[in-house]
């Protein structure tokens, strides 16, 4: 990837966090994903020299940076060949904890150093089998029981629940029928899974790619927690995820490149080193002008990507854009930059023939990867309807 334009900060944290991907070889994440075995150890590393709190504020031990820098953290892990086995152990981590740093209590705030430090590991709770991604039809509840609530329902494809002791939950304090809007009577609580607790119940879901790190069914069946696990107000829970949302767009558009850059250059390496017919394949316009295509792909979504993350952290501190502007940017930037990812990867698949297929080579391994960022946290389709209906004037179409 051509680095030029990026700032010292992001430079500097690119090669920071490069030099911890190297303790960490392909052979590595390769063994991990076919033992289905927690990454612990780089999770382990990234938090020994607190890049987990890249984009919190110093005084919760982060290190007060953007967006920007973060999506570059995300972009250099899967880059470095972890893929998004290796961004999935943190992204949590870089993306939950920014509504907890907003609006959390006191006592909420003193947890964030120990997950800054690795010694709490955090999961986000949000999606449910019959919601999909029609978030505001929710249905996990919390009732209102004196001095806590019970929770009682159903989240699914919840990342490393298995290793977590924190989740951040949206669940409803308020029934559907009994709001004016779908968007109130949502709230987001900061629980322990305590697995010894009556009413908690976890299932690893079987999956196709980034199988070092876990995902879950969650079943919650009148699970107690207390009051002061509120974020914020009661049913203000929408909001302030909301607060999150482009951001996380930019994270996942960052992973995306990492992810298309890396099939790139092995690829390419392929290509120059693999002769048949007395000829190395890369001569060939067949093999060349689709890598070719593809870093390009690749290079007009980082401008895009990084363009989002720059539109989002000047907003901070009183740019100019708009919040509309920003959405439009990094929901863009999510989009093209997975779509890029995609094309890469299946063409370096292609490249390599019938090595693509063979686990030794990596590339089969980031394809199997590389569908996360096109369906979560939201898909291709959603974020079409958005442009074409917040942008585009256009009707919506459900």
């Given at each position: 990837m051509d680095t030029t334009g990026f700032t010292e900060n992001q430079l500097m944290v690119r090669e920071s966090v490069s030099q911890v991907c190297s303790n960490f070889p392909n052979t590595y994440w390769q063994d991990l994903d076919q033992t289905e075995t927690d990454p612990k150890d780089f999770h382990a590393a990234l938090a020994k020299d607190g890049w987990l709190g890249?984009?919190?504020?110093?005084?919760?031990?982060?290190?007060?940076?953007?967006?920007?820098?973060?999506?570059?953290?995300?972009?250099?892990?899967?880059?470095?060949?972890?893929?998004?086995?290796?961004?999935?152990?943190?992204?949590?981590?870089?993306?939950?904890?920014?509504?907890?740093?907003k609006f959390g209590s006191e006592e909420m705030l003193k947890s964030i150093p120990d997950i800054v430090s690795g010694k709490t590991r955090v999961c986000f709770g949000v999606t449910e089998p019959n919601a999909g991604l029609n978030t505001l039809s929710l249905s996990t509840a919390a009732k209102d029981v004196g001095d806590g609530y019970s929770i009682t329902g159903q989240k699914i494809w919840i990342t490393c629940a298995q290793v977590a002791s924190k989740m951040i939950l949206l669940a409803r304090t308020t029934p559907l029928e009994e709001v004016k809007k779908p968007s109130e009577g949502l709230s987001l609580l900061f629980i322990d899974l305590d697995r010894t607790k009556p009413g908690l119940d976890m299932r690893k879901i079987k999956k196709m790619g980034g199988r070092a790190v876990d995902a879950n069914e969650v079943f919650f069946d009148n699970y107690v927690i207390p009051k002061s696990t509120l974020i914020g107000s009661e049913g203000q829970g929408f909001k302030i995820v909301l607060h999150g949302m482009n951001a996380e767009r930019c994270l996942l558009a960052g992973e995306a490149l990492g992810l298309g850059y890396a099939a790139l250059a092995k690829a390419a390496g392929y290509a120059k080193e693999r002769v048949v017919f007395n000829r190395p394949i890369g001569m060939n316009q067949g093999i060349a002008h689709p890598l070719a295509d593809a870093y390009m792909r690749l290079e007009a979504a980082k401008l895009a990507t990084y363009h989002a993350a720059r539109l989002y952290d000047n907003s901070k501190t009183g740019g100019a854009a708009s919040p509309h502007a920003i959405g439009v940017a990094c929901n863009s930037a999510k989009y093209l930059a997975a779509e890029a990812a995609f094309t890469a990867c299946e063409r370096a698949v292609l490249?390599?023939?019938?090595?693509?297929?063979?686990m030794e080579y990596d590339v089969e391994r980031w394809f199997r990867e590389c569908l996360v960022p096109r369906i979560a946290p939201v898909s291709r389709e959603m974020i079409l309807n958005f442009i074409s209906e917040r942008v585009l004037d256009l009707p919506r179409s459900y």
């Open positions: 890249v984009a919190l504020p110093e005084e919760f031990g982060g290190s007060g940076l953007g967006i920007s820098e973060a999506t570059m953290m995300m972009q250099t892990i899967t880059e470095s060949g972890a893929g998004m086995a290796g961004a999935q152990a943190i992204h949590a981590n870089i993306y939950a904890t920014q509504p907890l740093a490249t390599h023939g019938g090595m693509g297929y063979a």
